[in-house]
């Protein structure tokens, strides 16, 4: 073996061995004899290991020429300019590149601009060297060098459209198509320059997972022409992180447009029951509770607002503050709501809380999904079975021929009686907010707790009567009225 093959063994490069013998051939013409094989090899490998780094992930702003390999992404067009004190003109192309760490921006210059144009396709395995340095949408790399490399492989997916979980970090020119599942509000800031920026937030699911959607600017103003619950196509959008999470954002070359397709999305969601403080989770289930929206004033003296509500799945229930423009979401007793993003804290009397803020989405979802709230076998609280079951429009346990049902447990008492050995016979109308046994009825002011082996799902609007003890009404009556559900 030589002391080319002795050099180029000891380095870890994708260069192949025959690029770099024929690089140290020339580097020994360079210099004219000053050199052997061994010093040039040696010269040839402290370059390579000065500039090939691992991965797009490794560069950034400040470093000397890199080396590395990449898929092209996405090619742009080339744009022209007039260069200081010179006739002609220059010349500009810059194209997204990836590798399995990430992606960049390759900006191309003059003759490699011009020919890149020319005969570059998207998919094509490039090497490249150049300079990093900080650019509008973060690092950037100002090509020096650039190489088709047929023969090498990037692991890099480049698909016309994407879903949520093909999103990556730095991916632009990205067309998602997605359900809204929350709708924010347009708001303003002050950038550094000292003028005024807009911005707005969507949350879009697809069969995937769902992504939080930024528009800035003009395109701000999309939200207050689009409702949760619409099908939508989010166009030449790109990927950035923020606290840990990707979001997909979309600036003046971008759009947000409704289209006329029915898309799936199916929550994943931790269960009640299985809650721990300090989480960040999604949950899902029937609102059983809903207070009015309260304002309040901040220590900085601007005005905040907040409204809680009492969601049950079948594992358990848990009270849910929703902070800021949450509070305005239109979410009523019965409703089966999909609250993502929320934190698990310590609330009132040491149970914990869910805390909607300004990252979490509040969706009213048409129906339960299958299987919703966890373990739905016979075993399971009679929530699950009977309580999901109500937001699919059926009303549990009614007959429409009579549009009424009688419990099981229930007496020839006549509700004309006054009173029995239990209490006063009382008679009161009211929805479901909590199914199972016992039943918790409201009916706008007052909630009532009913005893009743009767077959009742969250929404049925029903009349009990019955003696009530201590708040209790052990119902020996209960009439379903047909088609008050809501």
């Known amino acids: 073996m030589g002391v080319i093959e002795d050099v180029y063994d000891d380095l870890d490069t994708d260069v192949e061995f025959e690029k770099f013998e024929a690089a140290v051939n020339d580097k020994v013409e360079q210099m004219g004899g000053l050199a052997d094989e061994e010093t040039a090899a040696m010269l040839i490998a402290h370059e390579l290991r000065d500039e090939e780094v691992n991965g797009i992930a490794d560069i950034e702003p400040g470093m000397e020429d890199v080396k590395f390999l990449a898929k092209v992404v996405s090619v742009g067009d080339v744009r022209t300019f007039e260069r200081d004190g010179e006739d002609e003109d220059g010349k500009v192309l810059n194209i997204e ?13 003059d003759e490699m601009a011009a020919g890149a144009a020319e005969n570059l396709e998207v998919g094509t395995v490039l090497r490249i060297g150049g300079r990093p340095k900080d650019g509008y949408s973060g690092v950037e790399v100002s090509a ?65 997972g769902r992504v939080r959607v930024t528009m800035w600017d003009e395109r701000a103003d999309l939200v207050e022409e689009l409702d949760a619950g619409q099908s939508v196509e989010v166009v030449d959008g790109y990927v950035r992180e923020r606290d840990g999470s990707l979001e997909l954002h979309v600036g003046s070359r971008g759009a947000v447009e ?44 601007s ?11 079948d594992t358990g229930d848990i ?25 698990i804290k310590d609330g009132w009397q040491d149970d914990l809380e869910a805390s909607a803020g300004w990252r979490s989405s509040v969706t009213v979802m048409d ?37 009424s049902t009688t419990s099981a447990a229930s007496s020839s008492q006549s509700a004309d009686d006054t009173t029995t050995s239990s209490g006063e016979v009382v008679e009161f109308t009211g929805t479901v907010v909590q199914a199972g046994n016992p039943v918790i009825l409201d009916d706008g002011s007052e909630t009532k707790t009913v005893e009743t082996d ?33």
Do not use: M
């Open 258 to 301: 409704v289209i006329d397709e029915d898309i799936e999305y199916v929550p994943e969601t931790t269960d009640i029951g299985a809650l721990e403080l300090g989480q960040t989770v999604d949950i899902a289930g029937g609102v059983i509770e809903a207070d009015s929206k309260r304002t309040f004033d901040r220590d900085d003296g």
């Open 97 to 109: 590149v990836a590798d399995e760490t990430g992606r960049i921006r390759v900006s191309l210059w």
């Open 454 to 486: 009767a077959d009742l799902g969250l929404g049925d609007e029903v009349t009990v009567s019955g003696p009530e003890t201590d708040g209790r009404i052990s119902a020996d009556s209960v009439e379903v009225h047909t088609g008050a559900k809501r």
């Open 144 to 208: 020096s060098k650039v190489e088709e490399d047929p023969d090498a492989e990037v692991d890099v997916k480049v698909l016309d459209t994407y879903r949520v979980e093909d999103l990556a970090l730095g991916l632009s020119d990205v067309n998602l198509k997605g359900k809204i599942l929350d709708v924010g509000t347009v708001r303003t800031f002050d950038r550094d320059d000292g003028s005024e920026g807009r911005v707005s937030n969507l949350s879009v699911g697809d069969a995937t």
């Open 303 to 313: 005005e905040g607002q907040v409204r809680n509500i009492r969601v049950r799945d």
């Open 367 to 403: 129906d339960a999904p299958a299987g919703a709230g966890g373990d739905s076998d016979a075993g399971a609280d009679q929530t699950s079975s009977q309580g999901l079951g109500a937001f699919s429009g059926e009303s549990s346990g009614s007959d429409a021929s009579t549009a």
């Open 319 to 343: 009270r849910v503050a929703l902070w800021g423009e949450k509070a305005d979401t239109d979410v009523d007793l019965a409703d089966y709501v999909v609250i993502t993003d929320v934190e």
